[in-house]
């Protein structure tokens, strides 16, 4: 390597790095400048190295014109920092002040807006809306008026902790007032922009409570239906039947009760809330029961005022006997044989009745009144009629083809129970609505309900009409109406016969749905009749 001296007056620059330190040459040996650019000390063999002269720099007008203008001008920002600096500190310190002891605006815990309040102020403003809102809700548990219990929050265990409610009021009251300058400025501008919201919590709901109430009620509601039933028949009453209404039963579900309590209590709900039990119907309803003993048919004969005594005690006494007959299905009703022979022994009197044609006295006139109102009864209950005869001539007390006469055990009436229930039969003779002295019988047929408003009517038309014959001249042989041949009275007078259809209609809403033809009877024609004497007068002279 050839070692060459730093040439004389040589002004280059050197990094710090390629310059040996000055402190590190002193008592080594010279240093040389190296062809290839580095420095090397000089041995004992080597030529010292002379050391470039230090170089002054100087300095003309404009450099330090220039100069003196710069530091000046660092002066002065130096300065306006400065001041900037303490004008900014004190427009914070004022910006912050307002708030040092108070919330920040915007700050809420539940909802409660705590600007500019102190820490035990925003405390008790808290706390008064927790104690609120513990108390808000309440729910009583009803049903048709009576009140089992009324639920609230704490009673299902529903409770504010209050360390709680401290620690979140430190913490709204935190926001704003810790940290540093910047901090503080930023949580400021935070809720002045979008606001800062705290809320306390409740505890969860504890179920055991709840689940006891909602058992005990779901207990109180737990009952089997009860069917109804007739338990009794007395055909003297105005409604003849005593039936045992039907018992609903109840069942309550007591997940679903307490879903809807839930439902209420977290919708905020309070008030009254009406429990709605399951209801069980009954597999036999009071209306069941009274659809078998509706009423199916009545039969009403008017008596008259001027009909004897005796003949209505007849009348009231068959009568008797039919009220309270009761027909199974099947079962046929016979007239003499449910009232029985008619005999002075069995309480009958004598009264006037028809003997072919003729009225006659008899024991048990009047009974045949009684027959007509039953059979009238029947048809219109849509019984089936197995045995009826008409009288032979017309009655005053119905419509031709609508009577039926009995006499001993020759001429009965009898019917048929053709439903599939029941029959109860109730007869009376009774004064008419609205008179004190007339009087009337009334014979009613319950049964299997005929539908929905269903009732039976009769229609009847004429189809022949027949004249009398020649008047009827009797001989008076014992002289009680006319003892002589020139003497008549008049026994009877002269009447039409009729031949008459009589028909039994259906009617449902008031429309005639079916009818058909029951009996087509004759009634004979009266022909007028006469006693008449048998003396001469001759004889008498």
Known sequence: MQNRQLPQGYNGRYSAQSVPDQRSLRGSAPVYYTSTGGWQSQGQNQTPVRRRPTQRVYLNKRQVKRLVIFLVLLGIAAGIYTVSQKVQTRETNELLAPYADVFLPNVSVDGIDLAGMSFEEARAAVLTAVESRQNSWNLSLNYEGHTFITLNQELLGVTTDLSEVDRILHEAFAFGHTGSTEDRIRDLQTAAESGMSFYT?????????LDSVVAQIAAYFERQPTDAY??????????????????????????????????????????DFEIQPEILPAAV????????????????????????????ANIDLSLGFVNGVILQPGETFSFNKVVGERSASRGFVEAIEYVNGVEVPGIGGGVCQSSTTVYLAALLSGLEIV?????????????????????????????RNNTEGTLYITAHMTLQPK??????????????????????ALR???????????????????GIYAVYEDEMYQYQTARDGYVISTFLQRVQD??????QKISTDTYRPQPDGYYVGIK??????
């Open 387 to 415: 045995e009826r005869s008409p009288h032979s001539m017309k009655v005053s007390y119905t419509e031709l083809g609508r009577d039926a006469t009995v006499s001993g055990n020759r001429i009965d009436l009898k019917f």
């Open 510 to 515: 008031g429309e005639v749905t079916n009818e």
């Open 285 to 312: 309803t009071t209306a069941a029961v009274r659809s078998r003993i509706s009423l199916r048919g009545e039969g009403i004969t008017l008596i008259s005022t001027s009909s004897p005594d005796g003949r209505n």
């Open 460 to 478: 009847s038309e004429t189809v022949d009409v027949l004249f009398p014959d020649e008047p009827i001249m009797k001989n008076d042989m014992e």
């Open 536 to 541: 001469s007068r001759d004889e008498e002279v």
């Open 435 to 456: 008179s004190s002295k007339r009087y009337q019988c009334v014979v009613r047929i319950y049964g299997p309900s005929l539908g929905e408003n269903v009732h039976y």
């Open 201 to 209: 919590t409740q505890s969860d709901m504890t179920d055991e409570y």
């Open 230 to 271: 007739l338990a009794g028949f007395d055909p003297d009453l105005a409604d003849p039947f005593i039936v045992v209404d039907d018992i609903p039963g109840y069942h309550l579900n007591p997940d679903t009760l307490k879903e809807e309590i839930l439902h209420q209590f977290a919708s905020g709900i309070s008030g």
